[in-house]
């Protein structure tokens, strides 16, 4: 009935990182609800996790649709229905609490009309996961080893010993900058590594130890996890 990417691993936060850039849910042509923990997986993983973990890393929920426009869903929990808000990209701006994310549903407009069932066609709720980081011009060493260590700390917490199989993601990178240096203490810079689009910095590599900020030459519109 649901078009969904089977895990083979345990149903804990590790999950996401295995499987983080194709794990979806997706309303199939004859689907017009799914049950809310279907839809925003692991969410309450994340909502779990103590709060000075959580502010490194957030896990966003993003609607495609194969039509290019973005369809309305709705969290329907009881007599209570609340539209799913996005931003322009249809990245969900209000999850679920937990209760809502136990308890509720979420739905396709015009669910059981006579001509529902294209509604649900090629409609997806797309899993990623992004750093926390203040973007600017400047940006402190110290918000980007807040994200990489909530990361590592939010996986071993909620996954325990599958942890061991996530990714190591030692570096963040950068987008929307053309150039950009690391400064130290003593006035020293060398500059960021180009890797494609973007800038990245590796905080624990022997050239970065007691880097302070990250300065560019435009601010970052945009921070990743890497490898």
Known sequence: MVAMKKLFLPVVLVSIFIALYSQNSVFASE????????????????LTLPPHIRDGFNLL???????????????????????L???????????????????????????????????????????????????GRSIAVSAINNALSDYRDG??????????MAPKFTSIAFKGAQSGFVN????????????????????????????INLAFNTAPNRADYAR
């Open 61 to 83: 929920y993003t609607i495609r649709s194969r039509s290019g426009s973005l369809p309305e869903l709705y969290l329907v929990n009881g007599a209570q229905r609340t539209l």
């Open 155 to 164: 996986i071993r917490i909620a996954g325990g010993p599958a942890a061991l």
């Open 85 to 135: 808000r996005t931003d322009r990209n249809g990245v969900i701006l209000n999850p679920p609490d937990l209760e809502n994310f136990r308890r509720a549903t979420v739905e396709l407009p015009n669910s059981g009309t006579s001509n529902s069932k294209s509604k649900g066609s090629g409609i997806s709720v797309n899993l990623d996961i992004e750093p926390i980081i203040p973007l």
């Open 184 to 211: 130290f203490s003593n006035s020293r810079q060398i500059p960021l590594v180009k890797q494609g689009d973007a800038l990245v910095f590796t905080p624990s590599a022997a050239n970065a130890r007691g880097a």
């Open 31 to 46: 689907v017009h609800a799914l049950r809310a923990n279907q839809v925003f997986q692991f969410w309450d993983k994340y």
